[in-house]
C-alpha cells in the first residue's frame, strides 16, 4: 500500500499515528479523532415527560411546547451522535502518510 498522492510507502493508521504522538507534539490536536457529543438524552426524554406532566396538570399549550420543544431537542442529539459515529467510522479507517502529511 502506498500513498495515493506521493507514492510513499511510509504510510500508518491514522488512530495509531495519533496514539503515538507525543503530548507536546502539535499535530495532537490536528489529527485527533472526532469528539463525542456531550449530549444527554435522557435529560430530553425528561423534558418530555415533564412537558405532558404540565401539559395535563396545568396549560396544555405550555406544556405540549415543552414536550415538542424535548422532542426536537432528542432528535438533535440522535442526529449528532450519527454523525459522529459516522466521522469515527472514517477516521478509523483512515491512513497517513508519513512523508507529506496526506491522510487518506
Ligand atoms: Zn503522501
Redesign the pocket.
Known amino acids: 500500500m502506498q500513498?495515493?498522492?506521493?507514492?510513499?510507502t511510509n504510510?500508518k493508521r491514522l488512530r495509531g499515528y495519533w496514539e503515538d504522538l507525543p503530548a507536546e507534539s502539535p499535530n495532537r490536536g490536528r489529527y485527533a479523532p472526532p469528539n463525542e457529543p456531550t449530549g444527554q438524552p435522557l435529560l430530553a426524554l425528561l423534558a418530555v415527560a415533564a412537558g405532558l406532566f404540565v401539559a395535563v396538570t396545568s396549560g396544555v399549550l405550555i406544556g405540549l411546547g415543552i414536550a415538542v420543544a424535548g422532542l426536537l431537542w432528542g432528535a438533535f442529539m440522535v442526529k449528532q451522535q450519527r454523525e459522529y459515529e459516522a466521522e469515527l467510522a472514517e477516521y478509523d479507517g483512515s491512513t497517513i502518510?508519513?512523508?507529506?502529511?496526506?491522510v487518506?
Request: charged share 15%.
Open positions: 500513498c495515493p498522492k506521493c507514492q510513499s504510510i502518510c508519513l512523508a507529506k502529511y496526506h487518506f
